[in-house]
């Protein structure tokens, strides 16, 4: 089965498990137990189990250093490219088991698309960052269907009007801003059935913030979303389920609006209320 | 505001110092770079004008009369039978055409010692490749020998010539030539060798002193015999030196003082004894003229201040090129031979041309080897292997290998290649293999250091949309290290471009006549380098091939500056592509 096939198939899982607003169930997306990561030997995450369902917006916040980019990145195995890191315990995504040794990486990337907290687009056209992923997995069959979805991604990410004209000019050209919607169009142009979110706002202006936030709702419709965000607001107004981490544990995880209005650990009320963090 | 004040007092106090350290700092630099420059001028200029020498000789246009009996011995005009042929006796017998009044096996020796018997086997493929040259006149040009080339130049010999209008009646008597002025015209130059003389004589008497009291003043009999013996030889030349300038004494010169050649026309005496009135003087005649008369009015003197015992050309010989530069059949042009011609021992046929193809095959070899395994490990090594004790092992190797002699890879070349492999010695692949070998660990741990200058979120970027490691990185990771890596492998590659001590230990330093094949048979053909042939020419006595070694390490360096070029080029095409 070649990689544009199991996307395929991929495809039509999902919209199998959409969410049914009005039956209110959700069909679960990733499912981890006891993840434990370590750093050589300091340990990162402790035991973090979570069920996150399908085409939903998930938020993690927490303060800085307690191991959401760590958990986050151990979804779709980027630990691996880190020489000292050990990630134990269960990922399941649709039921798959991630870290099992029949799983290439390289597929479970494609199905798991990530937005790295620093804004890293090759240093190549902007074309070129977004053609990249569709390329490599064969998703477009000639030119003009990679350049429809170039224009298709880069619209979607609220870049389009901004780059049309200069296609052909270096990604790391563009402004910080400008970057962050550019990786966020690559990563979405392999069209994933999940996609994780590193932070995706912090160097926007409200204006693009604005613009990201509208289309993370937007990409809820068919993509399962993962956003780790330091702004509480941004996390009530996008997320429909929230967790909270505290020193690499999973303190409080439900819906979104229960864990604003009414948490459960003093933890939570504290670091929402912003007494510490 | 009242609490910033102090720590702004603070700052300012210290702000001259800062300031100060900073000057001192662009001071030193300055001085560096001035220095640096400095150096370089005077070693490029050195290199120039020692060179200059080198890229122009003296060539000398003969018509050679190609008698059948001399070059068709069997007479048949078959290759074999002109192959057979004495072409140097037909460039012999063309000089002596030039000179009919010359003979006797000495004075012949002399004159054909001008040029070296090499060139005739040109004449020969001339001959072979054109038969019908066969009883024919052809005009030969080919190059004088490097002391009749250098003399021409005025570096080997100072000498002047001063036209004399006096009445001088000269008879010669087979070898012998008696002179005679109404007046005392030869007094002046007799004078001034006399006083030369006595100056030495001078010296040697202060010579012999100072050795006498330096005796007297030690304690040790040894030395106290050694000076003595000295003075005493001291004195005994003294001696001899006043005996030659006792007054009234007819004054000799011999091979230790300058040579006093008189010139009337085509006949040439070189003084051996004046008179003391210095109206008669006896000498040897150089050279005759056939339709002699006897007497002149106009004549001249060709004094050549350099002794015939401390030069490499005789009186005779000079008087050859001379006049045949006269009859314009000497010209200097720009010598071409010096990039046409492999080595040779005579330096006016010695060229760079063996060793520039064996420099280019040699680095052929050498970057089809260092650069692609270079690379190819580096990428292993960084991107793919695990880290684990055997890779630091091999890391750590490599390493210390950068940092070993180079003479060491000639010998396991030596060992390994020619020994074990039994790959022919002294050929542009075994040199290719042992550079490479050289090469590789600098080739390796700047690709390295390349590779490891790329943002590993480049990296991250592209394994997050999917792309596999070997796509990460030949994709991104490769064409962001390429400049590096390139840059890695030309410093590499210029340091075995200039290398010499690895390609002693395998044979390339042997003399080598016959340029390699510029092809694929060059590979294993004997050959040398440039660097080796600079250090053969380095090392060879003849004073022409100074200027010779100058020209082969401009053209080194002129190679060097291409090859940069090339590099630069190339950093620069895939910088363009970020
Ligand atoms: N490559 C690494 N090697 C060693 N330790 C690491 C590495 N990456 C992260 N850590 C450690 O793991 C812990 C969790 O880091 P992580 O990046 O997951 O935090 P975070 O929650 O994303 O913080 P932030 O909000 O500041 O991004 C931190 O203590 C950090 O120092
Ligand atoms: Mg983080």
């Known amino acids: 089965m070649t990689a544009y096939e199991k996307l395929q198939a991929g495809a039509s899982v999902r919209q199998e498990t959409l969410y049914h607003p009005v039956e209110g169930s959700y069909t679960t997306k990733v499912a981890t137990k006891n993840v434990t990561v370590h750093y050589g030997d300091k340990s ?85 960052n977004v053609a990249y992923g569709p390329r490599i997995h064969g998703l477009a069959a000639d030119k003009d269907q990679l350049d429809a979805i170039v224009e298709t991604s880069l619209r979607k990410a609220g870049l389009w009007d901004e780059v ?54 937007e990409l809820r419709e068919n993509y399962t979303l993962i956003i780790v965000t330091h702004s509480m607001a941004q996390a009530a107004r996008v997320s429909q389920m929230t967790a909270f981490f505290h020193l690499g544990s999973l303190v409080e995880y439900g819906p979104t609006e229960e864990i604003f209005t009414n948490p459960r650990d003093q933890r939570t009320q504290d670091y929402i209320t912003g007494r510490f963090g | 505001m009242s609490k910033l004040a102090p720590i702004r007092d603070a700052v300012m106090e210290r702000l001259p110092q800062r300031h100060r350290a900073e000057q001192r700092f662009q001071a030193y630099g300055l001085t560096a770079i001035t220095l640096a420059v400095l150096f370089l001028t005077l070693l490029v200029g050195s290199i120039l004008t020692q060179s200059l020498a080198a890229f122009t000789a003296h060539r000398l246009t003969l018509p050679v009369t190609l008698e059948r009996e001399l070059v068709d011995p069997r007479g048949d005009g078959s290759e074999a039978s002109l ?16 000179f009919p009044t010359v003979h006797g096996v000495g004075e012949l020796r002399e004159l054909f010692g001008i040029y070296s018997a090499i060139n005739a086997s040109r004449l020969l493929t001339d001959v072979v490749n054109n038969p019908d040259l066969v009883g024919q006149s052809v005009d030969f040009e080919f190059p004088i020998s490097d002391d009749a080339d250098r003399y021409l130049k005025g570096a080997s010999v100072s000498e002047r010539q001063i036209d004399m209008n006096a009445s001088l009646s000269i008879e010669i008597a087979g070898n012998v030539a008696r002179l005679e002025a109404q007046e005392a015209v030869l007094a002046p130059f007799a004078d001034r060798l006399r006083q030369v003389m006595a100056d030495r004589a001078n010296r040697y008497a202060a010579a012999a002193e100072a050795a006498l009291a330096s005796a007297r003043q030690t304690i040790d009999p040894d030395e106290r015999e050694i000076l003595e013996a000295e003075a005493q030889r001291a004195q005994m030349r003294v001696q001899q030196l006043n005996e030659r300038l006792r007054p009234g004494a007819d004054f000799l010169l011999g091979p230790r003082e300058p040579s006093l050649l008189v010139r009337a026309g085509d006949t040439i005496v070189r003084l051996t004894s004046i008179t003391s009135g210095g109206r008669e003087a006896t000498g040897e005649v150089l050279l005759a003229d056939q339709a002699w008369s006897g007497s002149v009015t106009r004549w001249s003197f060709w004094e050549i201040e350099t002794p015939a015992a401390t030069r490499l050309i005789t009186d005779r010989q000079m008087v050859f090129v001379r006049l045949l530069e006269e009859r314009g059949l000497v010209r200097n042009a720009f010598n071409a031979l010096l990039f046409t011609n492999a080595d040779s021992r005579e330096p006016e046929l010695a060229g760079v041309r063996g060793a520039l193809i064996g420099t280019i095959l040699t680095m052929v070899i050498t970057i089809f080897l260092a650069v692609p395994v270079g690379v190819g490990a580096a990428i292993y090594l960084e991107e793919f292997a695990p880290r684990n004790r055997l890779t630091r092992l091999i890391e750590v190797n490599i390493n210390n290998l950068a940092a070993v002699p180079s003479i060491v890879f000639g010998l396991l070349g030596l060992a390994v290649f020619i020994n074990a492999f039994g790959l022919p010695r002294s050929t542009p692949l075994l040199g290719g293999m042992v550079l490479a070998l050289m090469t590789l660990p600098t080739v390796i741990i700047s690709s390295r250091a390349a590779l490891k200058a790329v943002p590993p979120s480049i990296r991250e ?47 390339m ?5 016959d340029a390699p094949n510029f092809g694929f048979t060059g590979f294993t053909d004997p050959s040398t ?21 100058a020209a082969a390490i401009l053209v080194l360096l002129v190679l060097m500056v291409l090859f940069n070029a090339v590099a630069i080029y190339l950093r620069r095409k895939y910088e363009r592509r970020w």
């Open chain 2, 83 to 98: 192959r057979r042929g004495s072409y140097n006796a037909a460039l012999q017998a063309a000089l002596r055409d030039q």
């Open chain 1, 44 to 128: 990162a995450l402790n035991g973090v189990s979570i069920e996150i369902p399908a085409c939903t917006v998930t938020s993690f916040i927490g303060p800085s250093g307690c191991g959401k980019s760590t958990f986050l990145r151990s979804i779709n195995r980027m630990n691996d490219t880190i020489d000292n890191a050990r990630v134990s315990g269960s990922i399941l995504i649709d039921g798959e088991e991630v870290n099992d040794r029949n799983v290439d990486p390289v597929v479970l990337r494609a199905r798991v698309g990530m937005v790295f907290q620093k804004p890293n687009p090759f240093p190549k056209t902007i074309y070129e």
């Open chain 2, 461 to 507: 970027a592209a394994l997050g949309v999917g792309a596999s490691r070997t796509q990460a990185v030949f994709h991104h990771v490769l064409p962001l290290a390429m400049p590096g890596m390139l840059t890695g492998s030309i410093i590499g590659l210029a340091q075995a471009l200039g290398e010499t001590a690895p390609l002693l230990m395998i044979g």
């Open chain 2, 529 to 549: 380098v440039m660097p080796v042939q600079i250090f053969i020419w380095s090392t060879s006595a003849e004073r022409a091939f100074e200027a010779r070694t």
């Open chain 1, 164 to 217: 049309a004209d200069r296609l052909d000019q270096p990604g790391t050209s563009l402004s910080g801003g400008q970057q962050q919607r550019l990786v966020i169009a690559r990563a979405i142009a392999v069209n994933p059935e999940v996609i994780l979110m590193d932070e995706p706002c912090s160097a926007l202006d409200p204006i693009a913030t604005a613009r990201i936030e509208e289309l993370i709702d």
């Open chain 2, 509 to 513: 330093v042997a003399f080598v006549a």
